[in-house]
């Protein structure tokens, strides 16, 4: 794995009703340039609950820890991080 990084998770949102949608894939938003330009770094991901329990009621996008996983072909979540 490579070195942990903060990364942004945002969260669907229905486009009828504007909530969040808990039960729709989320998305990942590579916060550091060089991540952003790697293939697969973005993009979506679902059955993640552990990540979707950590989001506050209404909220969309959340920071968290994560790590890089070649074997896993995709990003390993940790826990929420603050937002400040």
Known sequence: ?????????????????GAVDLTAPFVV?????????????????????GVIEQFRPGEREAR????WSKQHGGWQFGKRVDDA
């Open 29 to 49: 938003i590579p916060q550091r340039r060089e991540l952003q330009r790697l293939p697969g770094r973005g993009g979506l991901y679902e059955e993640e609950p």
């Open 1 to 17: 794995m490579t070195a942990q990084t903060k990364e942004i998770v945002r969260l669907a949102v229905d486009p009828k009703t």
């Open 64 to 67: 968290f820890e994560a790590e």
